[in-house]
């Protein structure tokens, strides 16, 4: 029986007892994250925000000695579950490590720690005059937390997910030793890649403490098109067209109107697309306005033959700046009634077949299940809502959701193995996934998992039960 008094004192002998956390009113925050299913929700026995990567290392030590479960924090704005302390012990918040350690432009590199929120992170890389591609949905996130989840967002057809550029991590491991991996240099061929292993391990392999990532020279020109469609297979449709073309568009996202009502009604701002049933959206980048222009020409050649009803370039700043937050205010709309947003990823062409497939769903089960996303990286969000969706209005609740909403997350998961996708593309596996990937995986890719975390956290201290499940 772990003396949880004890650990307190010496924790605030590391941090100092304004930062170890232990009353209802203080904890009670670090017990969910953003994902809404109650059952999930789990208060800690306390939450200790130490103030440098030392003290998060004796922090980590003293849990591995006194065998407390510690859950790394970041932002909180995870969708599965991910940061909830499950197996009970202590989050660990890192807050307090929100400061730049070298900003490089010369190498093209900032390095942070791992608490410096993505809205900070952004600024900080605009005063260099760079740009940091990745942009998942809240920039409320932290840059340790997208590191852990390998966060994704619309950007990704053209500039990839966090991974790819995590040039350098330091990490704490679960005997609290800090370990250097990777650096301000692109390329290593240097013995196994351990700073990828902790991309995505969802704070279950160790503690980040520091990022490095790669910049890029800034974009210059964007631009915003909406294109309707009849209908969202149709719009589907044209995508293997659009990335045939000689210019990659930094976002491709699919939007069917009835979801965008919502969205529209939330911000009393309207969709410009009148016609059809559903559009896409693209965002084209370029060094000058010639450039974006002639590549949105391009695209309208393409866009007509496949069958679009027309073509709207968001004229100006204001207009694109409405468009892109009907687009991003969708989740928000739709969260007094959603249950869990899922972000299954499949092969771009099986995009249309797994969206039939979510109507297919909706009919056998009476529910709606909302859908949107990333029409060129195969990334699909489908919101299960427990209340009924009519016009853009969130109704009263289903009787039975609970039930209806393990069922179509179980048949989702199947569609999306059956058609050689994944679980999550970019929100990570955390609690809410776990048995699902489990059932999923080929039990040797579950053995090699197991087998990993046990290597690297062999008293199952860090977030225990997220991601695979182990016994000690
Ligand atoms: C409105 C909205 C839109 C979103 N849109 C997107 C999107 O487009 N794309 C996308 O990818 N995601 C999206 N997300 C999900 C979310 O923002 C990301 O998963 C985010 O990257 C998580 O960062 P966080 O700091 O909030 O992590 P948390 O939620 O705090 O934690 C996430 C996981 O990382 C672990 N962790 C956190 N910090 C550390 C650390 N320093 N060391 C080790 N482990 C750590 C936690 O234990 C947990 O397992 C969205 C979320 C919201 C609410």
Redesign the pocket.
């Known amino acids: 029986m772990v003396n949880m008094e004890e650990w307190v004192k010496r924790a605030e002998s590391i941090v100092g007892s304004g930062n170890v956390l232990t009353s209802f009113e203080d904890i009670e925050a670090f017990s969910h994250?953003?994902y809404a299913m109650e059952e999930f929700v789990c208060l800690p026995a306390a939450a200790v925000r130490p103030g440098s990567e030392e003290e998060t290392a004796a922090i980590v030590r003293l849990c591995a000695e006194m065998k407390v479960p510690l859950?790394?924090?970041?932002?909180?704005?995870?969708?599965s579950a991910?940061?909830v302390p499950a197996a009970g012990g202590v989050v660990l918040s890192?807050s307090r490590l929100d400061g730049v350690v070298d900003a490089d432009p010369g190498n093209h590199t900032i390095t942070v720690q791992?608490?410096m929120t993505l809205h900070d992170l952004y600024q900080h890389v605009k005063e260099m005059n760079l740009f940091f591609p990745p942009?998942?949905?809240?920039e409320?996130?932290?840059i340790?937390?997208?590191?852990?989840?390998n966060?994704?967002?619309?950007r990704a057809v053209k500039y990839g997910?966090v991974k790819r550029y995590v040039t350098g991590l330091q990490?704490v491991l679960a005997d609290g030793r800090i370990v250097e991996l990777g650096g301000k240099f692109i390329k290593s061929s240097s013995g196994y890649n351990l700073l990828d292993l902790m991309i995505g391990?969802?704070?279950?392999l160790?503690?980040?403490?520091r990022v490095t990532v790669s910049l890029l020279p800034s974009p210059g020109i964007v631009k915003t098109l909406v294109i309707p469609f009849a209908d969202v297979e149709q719009a589907i449709s044209v995508v293997p067209s659009i990335l045939r073309a000689d210019i990659i568009p930094c976002a491709v996202e699919f939007l069917e109107h009835s979801v965008l009502r919502c969205a529209e009604r939330l911000l009393d701002k309207s969709w410009p697309a009148r016609d059809g049933a559903a559009s896409l959206m693209l965002i084209l980048d370029g060094r000058s306005e010639d450039e974006v222009l002639s590549q949105a020409e391009d695209m309208a050649a393409i866009v007509e033959e496949g069958g679009a009803l027309d073509m709207l370039l968001a004229e100006n700043d204001s207009r694109q700046a409405d468009v892109l937050e009907l687009r991003s205010m969708l989740?928000?709309a739709l969260r007094p009634g959603t249950v869990e947003l899922f972000?299954i990823c499949v092969p771009r062409s099986e995009i249309a077949g797994h969206v039939s497939f979510v109507h297919e769903l909706e009919q056998r089960y009476g529910v709606s299940l909302p859908t949107y996303g990333h029409a060129a990286d195969g990334n699909v969000h489908t919101h299960s809502l427990r209340c009924r969706l009519d016009d853009g209005i969130i109704g009263e609740e289903i009787p039975g959701w609970h039930e209806t909403h393990e069922q179509v997350r179980r048949d989702l998961f199947a569609d999306a193995a059956a058609r050689g996708g994944v679980i999550s593309g970019?929100?990570?596996i955390?609690l809410a996934k776990r048995d699902h990937l489990t059932a999923m995986l080929p039990a040797v890719n579950l053995d090699l998992m197991k087998a990993v975390k046990r290597a690297l956290d062999p008293d199952n201290i860090l977030?225990p039960g997220?991601v695979v499940y182990v016994d000690v």
């Not at 942009?135 to 809240?138: L, Y």
């Not at 340790?144 to 989840?149: D, L, P």
């Open positions: 994250d953003e859950t790394a924090r970041g932002g909180g704005t995870g969708l991910g940061c890192l791992a608490g942009h998942p949905g809240d409320g996130a932290f340790g937390g997208a590191v852990a989840a966060a994704g967002g619309a997910t990490v391990s969802e704070g279950t160790g503690v980040i403490t989740y928000e972000d970019e929100h990570g955390g977030n997220k």
